[in-house]
């Protein structure tokens, strides 16, 4: 299944897409970012979110490179629940082919999952078929 998107942001760091008529938003991350880069590249993520009033995520983290700690702290600690109060319910996360990149992408979905915000669903996948099933 490949859904239909409209492309909103695509620079050297990451493109962000949506398919409106599924309230869907795709994020793709291209590779390594640094802390304040990704940070600022995240804040823009979430303007799109709440601009386009998303309910639904797919984070494609296949390209991701390491994940450092000021990455994973930022995520987990102030913009995941900014995501969640925006309205988003689900996420699903596509895995980094990189091994360090895993490791970073598990710690933050570890620690998301024992946060327990709100009612937001989150599911990891190893492919962009399995993740679009799952977020339907």
Known sequence: MVL???VL????????????ESNIMKVTNK?????DKFIENSERILEEIKKHRTK????????????TKEHQDYITEKWIIEV????VTKIASIMPEDVFGQMGSNAVS???ETQRI???????FDNMEDAEK???
């Open 31 to 35: 590779g390594f970012a640094t802390v």
């Open 4 to 6: 239909d998107e409209k």
């Open 110 to 112: 570890q620690k998301i």
């Open 9 to 20: 942001v695509d620079d050297k760091y990451y493109q962000i897409a949506v398919v409106e």
């Open 134 to 136: 799952w977020i339907q």
């Open 56 to 67: 639904k995520i797919i984070s494609d983290g296949r390209k991701m490179k390491a994940i």
């Open 84 to 87: 969640v109060q925006s309205g």
């Open 118 to 124: 709100g009612t937001l669903e989150m599911a990891t």
